[in-house]
């Protein structure tokens, strides 16, 4: 806010130019003035009084500058569970809170990870395991949200596939290795007894258009698949689903977001701001079924069928959350997992891998609480 006075007598019009600094963005403003004199004479006491009156309603006058700041940000897969980041985006509810998103589609966890810890982007919607294995191996990256506590997926397979252990010497195709595809992967071979890598090949094939094509052109014989316009297809060329994860019970962060601990120590407003901006998208992404049905076939280039409105009506009910906090239980499934292959050093705590406090805040002030109850 910059607030121009000058106050001499009597006036003469004239313009002023003023410096205006905020954040990274520099600017010049002119605005018009009177310049009154310094003199004396007869009735001086008046021109005083005048220019006084002339100065308190100036003083009135105000010119706002708002420069919206730029944020590049990733996101891993054209899937359902990045609805909300899409319409955060394309409702312009980031720009409501002063920022101008850059949005990067960057397929599977670990390469956007790799992209946020190389300082290509600001926040990455990445794979949680990813962030614990960085951090782990001495990155500052760290998780500060997750749209998701569960894992909306479903493995299917080819036609003639109907059990799990008519996967022993076939190809399963993930997102990537390292990636939550590969995480559910592994996860469920290991429950049927059967050996990742061994009894069962795990196939890098991409984001899930790519595993859907893979598995039809007979490089994979199944295939992990977010749940989604992919599964709808699956289903309806015929493929058989051997499982579904969601119905698990396992707690697991989806959709969750990292950034750089030295990023968030420098521009702690701004991602607070990303903050009100994303929870209130989600908002939006749940209660307004046109819009998000709108933004999922812009983005998926798909049309919307009966069976993609039912997947939507799950997502914004069942699984989307209403503030995206990173659970401990979460961060501890990760945890186990890597024990499971190799010792984690001493006094490894779920805490150490979050940095909660952009969450809390939305929390504690009621924020998100407030944008359901004024609907």
């Known amino acids: 806010m910059i607030t121009i006075a000058l106050l001499f007598s009597p006036p003469w019009r004239g313009s002023v130019k003023v410096g205006v600094k905020e954040g990274a963005c520099a600017s010049k403003l002119s605005a018009p003035i009177l310049v009154f ?22 003083s009135l006058f105000s010119v706002s500058v708002v420069f919206a700041e730029p944020l590049r940000i ?3 897969s054209i899937s359902m569970t990045y609805g909300p980041l899409w319409l955060t985006k ?3 509810i ?33 794979a949680a395991g990813a962030v614990v294995a960085a951090n782990l191996s001495g990155s500052d990256a760290v998780l500060i949200g997750t749209t998701i506590d569960s894992l909306p997926f479903e493995l299917y397979s080819a036609p003639a596939i109907k059990e799990p252990a008519q996967l022993r010497g076939t190809k399963m195709g993930v997102s990537r290795i390292g990636a939550t595809t590969d995480f559910i992967a592994r996860y469920l071979l290991k429950k049927w007894g059967l050996q990742a890598d061994k009894d069962v090949a795990i196939f890098q094939a991409g984001a899930g258009p790519q595993i859907f094509a893979a598995m039809k052109g007979g490089a994979i014989q199944s295939g992990v698949l977010s749940t989604g316009v992919e ?47 994303y929870v209130e998208g989600i908002h939006r992404f749940k209660t307004d079924k046109e819009a998000a049905i709108a933004i999922i076939e812009k983005y998926t280039k798909t049309k919307t069928t009966p069976a993609t409105e039912q997947i939507y009506e799950v997502y914004a009910r069942k699984y989307v959350k209403r ?12 945890l186990t997992e890597i024990a499971s292959n190799r010792p984690l050093p001493p006094g490894i705590v779920p805490e150490r891998f979050v940095d909660s406090r952009f969450t809390k805040e939305i929390i504690d002030s009621g924020f998100a609480d407030s944008l359901y109850h004024n609907r």
């Open 323 to 334: 503030v995206p906090e990173v659970t401990r239980e979460g961060i501890q499934t990760i």
């Open 37 to 58: 004199p310094r003199h004396g004479g007869k009735n001086s006491h008046l021109r005083l009084f005048a220019g006084l009156l002339f100065f308190f309603g100036l």
């Open 231 to 277: 599964t709808v297809r699956a289903q309806a060329d015929g493929y058989f689903r051997l499982a579904d994860v969601s119905t698990s019970g396992l707690v697991y962060p989806f959709g969750p977001f990292a950034a750089r601990q030295a990023f968030l120590k420098s521009n702690s407003q701004l991602v607070t701001r990303f903050m009100h901006a």
């Open 94 to 126: 980031f720009r409501k809170y002063n920022i101008e998103p850059e949005m990067l589609y960057i397929a599977g966890g670990p390469p956007s990870l790799q992209a946020l810890i190389a300082g290509d982007v600001a926040i990455s919607f990445t």
């Open 90 to 92: 394309e409702a312009g």
């Open 74 to 76: 990733a996101y891993t």
